[in-house]
T-cell receptor, first 114, second 110 residues
C-alpha cells in the first residue's frame, strides 16, 4: 500500500494563477481532509469529505474548492492564488469520520504564491 | 466553537522526563489525539484518549481529564530523536471535525 499520496511536493505560483493539489489514498478510507499549516497556527482544516460525493467546509475554506468523485481521490483547487495562501498543505485520510479514527497524512505540499 | 491551547516551545535534557500540556474547549467532545511531527515531515499518530485516565505506550503516555478539558503527553527517557513538534487535536461529534492546536515544539538537548 502506498498510503496517502500527495502531489506536487513543491509549487510556486504567481498571484491569480490556479492550480490543483492532488491527493489519493489506496486504503479504502471514507474520510479525507485537507489542512494547511502555517508557523504558529498549527494545522487548520480547509475542507473535508466523509465519502464519495460528499464534501463540507472546515475552518478556512475561502479560496479553495474540493470535489470527491471517487473514494480514492480528493483534489484541492486554488481558483485564483493569493500570497496569503502560501503555506504547507497536508492531505489526510481515515477509515471513517469518527472518534478513534487516527489520520494518515500525505507528505505535504509546500506552496509559495508570489 | 473549539479552542485548543498548548505551549509554543519547550526544552528538555536527554534522558529526562517532559510533560506537554493541552487544554481545550469544545462542544460534543469525542476524543483527543496526540500527533508527532518532525521538521519537514508529515504528522504521525501517537495516542488517542476518549475516557479519563492515563494511556501508556512505551516511553509515551497520554492523560485526559474531560471535566477539566485537559490533557498531557508525557515523554520519558528522552532521546535526541524526540525533538519534534507535538500536536494536540480534539474531535467534536457536534461538528464532525478534528481541530488541531498550534503545536508544541520540543527541543531535546544533550
Amino acid at each position: 500500500n502506498a498510503g496517502v499520496t500527495q502531489t506536487p511536493k513543491f509549487q510556486v505560483l504567481k498571484t491569480g494563477q490556479s492550480m490543483t493539489l492532488q491527493c489519493a489514498q489506496d486504503m479504502n478510507h471514507e474520510y479525507m481532509s485537507w489542512y494547511r499549516q502555517d508557523p504558529g497556527m498549527g494545522l487548520r482544516l480547509i475542507h473535508y469529505s466523509v465519502g464519495a460525493g460528499i464534501t463540507d467546509q472546515g475552518e478556512v475554506p475561502n479560496g479553495y474548492n474540493v470535489s470527491r468523485s471517487t473514494t480514492e481521490d480528493f483534489p484541492l483547487r486554488l481558483l485564483s492564488a493569493a500570497p496569503s495562501q502560501t503555506s504547507v498543505y497536508f492531505c489526510a485520510s481515515s477509515y471513517s469520520n469518527g472518534m478513534e479514527e487516527k489520520l494518515f497524512f500525505g507528505s505535504g505540499t509546500q506552496l509559495s504564491v508570489l | 466553537g473549539q479552542n485548543i491551547d498548548q505551549p509554543t516551545e519547550m526544552t528538555a535534557t536527554e534522558g529526562a522526563i517532559v510533560q506537554i500540556n493541552c487544554t481545550y474547549q469544545t462542544s460534543g467532545f469525542n476524543g483527543l489525539f496526540w500527533y508527532q511531527q518532525h521538521a519537514g515531515e508529515a504528522p504521525t499518530f501517537l495516542s488517542y484518549n476518549v475516557l479519563d485516565g492515563l494511556e501508556e505506550k512505551g516511553r509515551f503516555s497520554s492523560f485526559l481529564s474531560r471535566s477539566k478539558g485537559y490533557s498531557y503527553l508525557l515523554l520519558k527517557e528522552l532521546q535526541m530523536k524526540d525533538s519534534a513538534s507535538y500536536l494536540c487535536a480534539v474531535f467534536s461529534s457536534n461538528t464532525g471535525k478534528l481541530i488541531f492546536g498550534q503545536g508544541t515544539t520540543l527541543q531535546v538537548k544533550p
